[in-house]
Each structure stands twice: as structure tokens, then as C-alpha cells.
């Protein structure tokens, strides 16, 4: 498959998706950007701008916004999803009768669906069929949209059951501004993705309370610690989660003034509530769901994951942040070094 001027499609007109319609708009290719809001398309159509989601940056006229599904998804070679984890079993359903045969699609949404506690390269394949896999790519990494937006250097990672379609999807997103890598850990990628949610809340919730370096990098590199231990039980690769898919996503999502799951966490370490805090940021907060999700993962393969575990408890049972904190600091004593190697000889 060509992909240097065939019609790209990217349903979901939320940050990401604005700005990735904007990455792949070129001269000699027709980018289509599906809204499910027809106020938010209007908008959208007559300023050329995403204000709500992505202010400042003005869509090139090559792309072409819709509320109509299909007519987005008409004639396209690649589909790209970035709508939100939760609602892409819904989505891809609705837009599975129109997408061609033989698309390329890749999944940009970081979350495990709450309920089946799938990955959502398994939420594809159950609604798809396991034939179209081979077409199907997650990319991830360290990608605040606004920063590709405004062509800031960024690296990502495309991660696919199939080297070729890794391939044709590096090849498509790969710009001067965006260095895209390729890994075959489909599913490594796909838990770095959304787990880094669960520890970047947490780190906002330790601003919120004191803003201390040490308990954030402690938190950081232990939250490391149990996702790399859960990815290991699920029969992730561990280097996956020294790399883009992991660390990298990680930190840039614990540390940045763009990150809504650190901005979710500092909210509540102030003492607001969890509605408060999802009101304040008023955009989705994937790490929420997910930490329900991962809570339940961790139950199912007897993964120990105490930073996941205190997360669930201060989101879903009024568990005050300090208590959790101070719930992680008095835990039983351990060794770092026998801890990782034990995980290692494990895999």
C-alpha cells in the first residue's frame, strides 16, 4: 500500500486528533476530521481553529471536518482513532461497516476498557475479527499535542502485530518534527500507554500536597516498577517499558503543565474532590478509568501493585491522599535489586 497521497481519515476532533489531522495534511493528501459534535464541526468549519481543544493552531484547508461518519470514512487508506479509551468499542462499531478493506488503522487512545479490562488492540479484534489485525497499529510515546502541533521534536513509537503495517504507519507519521520508531511489543506498548496514567495522577495529587521532588521520583520510578511487573505477567516485553512506550510516556506525563492526569492530581492533593477535579481540568482524564481497570488487572494476574492499589483507594473509596502516602512509606521492607532481578529471571 501507498500512503504518500492517499485519503487519511482521523476520527476524533479532541486534541490529539486536531493535532495529528494537522501533522498529516499535506499538499497531494485529503485529511479527514470526524466530530461526533455538530457545534463543535460548525465552529471548527468557520474559523479554522479548534478553540475548544487546541487553541492557537489553525487547521490547513487541505483538511476537511464532518460530523458525517460515513462520509469521512469514505475512500480511506489509513483511519486513525483517536477518540477516547472508553468509547472506541462504540465508535469503532458504528464506523467498522464503512471503513474500507485493507485500511490501515491505528489506535493513538492510551486506556484499558474498564469493564473487560481488554487492551484495545484486543477491543479491535473482538469487534473486527482477528483477520483485519494485521492492519491494525497503536502508536504512543511522550506526545503532548500541543507540542506537535507547534512542530516541537518529538518521539513516538509504533507498536503492531505485523512488521509491515509498523512499517507503513512509521512511514506515514515520520517528519523532521516527529521521530517515530517501531517496536513488535504490541502489548507492552499499549500497557505503558495507559498505565503512566494511573502514576502521573499520583504525582500530581504528591504536588498538590507538598510538591516534593524526592516522593515524586520515588513515585515515578516505583510506579515503573509495578507496571513493568504487571507487563511482564501479561507477557509484555520489560525493555518495552524502558523505552518510549514506557519511561518516556511516564515522565513526560508526570512531570508536564499539559498533562490533565497531573493536573486531575494536583486538584485533589488541594483537597477537592474527584468531580471537582475532572470539572476543573474539564477534559477527559483517562487515568481515572484506568486505574479502576488496572486495580482489576492487578487482582487477576496476583500482580502486586501497591501505588495502583492506593490510587483506587483515594479516587473510588475517600481514602485521604496523606494516608496513602504515608500507607506507601510504611510498607514492609524489600530490596531493590533482588526485586528486579526475581522480575527478570521471572520473564
Known amino acids: ?30 485529511v479527514k476530521l470526524w466530530a461526533r459534535r455538530t457545534e463543535l464541526i460548525e465552529e471548527i468549519n468557520t474559523c479554522r481553529e479548534n478553540k475548544r481543544y487546541l487553541p492557537g493552531i489553525f487547521l490547513p484547508a487541505s483538511i476537511q471536518v464532518t460530523v458525517d461518519l460515513e462520509q469521512a470514512l469514505a475512500g480511506a487508506e489509513v483511519v486513525v482513532f483517536s477518540v477516547p479509551s472508553h468509547t472506541f468499542r462504540a465508535v469503532l462499531r458504528k464506523a467498522l461497516p464503512f471503513i ?10 492510551k486506556g484499558i476498557e474498564e469493564n473487560s479490562m481488554q487492551r484495545l488492540s484486543e477491543v479491535f479484534i473482538s469487534e473486527a475479527g482477528p483477520a483485519r489485525a494485521k492492519n491494525y497499529a497503536v502508536l504512543s510515546g511522550p506526545s503532548h499535542a500541543e507540542e506537535v502541533a507547534l512542530k516541537m521534536p518529538t518521539a513516538v513509537v509504533v507498536a503492531s502485530a505485523s512488521q509491515h503495517t509498523a512499517v507503513l504507519a512509521q512511514d506515514l507519521f515520520m ?50 516498577t509495578e507496571i513493568t511487573r504487571l507487563g511482564m505477567a501479561m507477557h509484555a516485553n ?3 517499558f524502558a523505552g518510549l512506550a514506557g519511561l518516556g510516556d511516564l515522565i513526560v506525563t ?15 492533593g488541594r483537597g477537592k474532590t474527584l468531580q471537582q477535579a475532572l470539572d476543573e481540568v474539564n477534559m477527559v482524564v483517562e487515568g481515572v478509568r484506568t486505574t479502576r481497570a488496572a486495580h482489576k488487572l492487578s487482582a487477576t494476574w496476583g500482580v502486586e501493585m501497591p501505588i495502583t492499589e492506593q490510587m483506587y483507594q483515594v479516587l473510588f473509596h475517600n481514602l485521604p491522599p496523606r494516608a496513602a502516602v504515608n500507607n506507601l512509606m510504611t510498607r514492609g521492607k524489600t530490596r531493590e535489586v533482588e526485586e528486579l532481578a526475581l522480575a527478570k529471571i521471572k520473564w
Do not use: F
Open 1 to 30: 500500500m501507498a500512503l504518500d497521497c492517499g485519503q487519511v481519515t482521523v476520527l476524533g476532533a479532541g486534541s490529539w486528533g486536531t493535532a495529528l489531522a494537522c501533522h498529516l495534511a499535506g499538499d497531494e493528501r485529503t
Open 100 to 109: 474500507p478493506a485493507g485500511a490501515l488503522i491505528v489506535n493513538t487512545a
Open 175 to 224: 517528519r523532521e518534527n516527529l521521530r517515530v520508531y517501531t517496536n513488535p511489543d504490541i502489548i507492552g506498548v499499549e500497557l505503558g500507554g495507559a498505565l503512566k496514567n494511573v502514576i502521573a495522577l499520583g504525582t500530581g495529587i504528591v504536588d498538590g500536597l507538598s510538591g516534593s521532588d524526592n516522593a515524586k521520583a520515588a513515585l515515578m520510578t516505583r510506579g515503573l
Open 238 to 240: 520489560p525493555l518495552t
Open 254 to 268: 508526570c512531570t508536564s503543565r499539559h498533562s490533565r492526569n497531573r493536573r486531575a492530581g494536583i486538584a485533589i
